[in-house]
């Protein structure tokens, strides 16, 4: 799982760095120690309150 985890982590970290080398406008928040989805797991620990703020508020900033 570990192992997953960290070949996610590398393949959006370039991905990242492949969109904002082309001037896309992007945004990579990266929790040590958290897995994927963690926010699911850990609803009430204050990295996953943090992660589903600012989610919250790009989608808000979507839908206008």
Request: contains cysteine.
């Amino acid at each position: 799982l570990v192992h997953i985890i960290y070949v996610c982590r590398d393949y959006l970290t370039s991905l990242y760095q492949a969109l904002d080398q082309a001037c896309i406008s992007i945004k990579l928040d990266i929790y040590e120690g958290m897995p994927h989805v963690f926010q699911i797991f850990f609803h009430n620990s204050t990295d996953s309150n943090m992660a589903m703020s600012k989610t919250n508020h790009i989608l808000d900033d979507f839908q206008k």
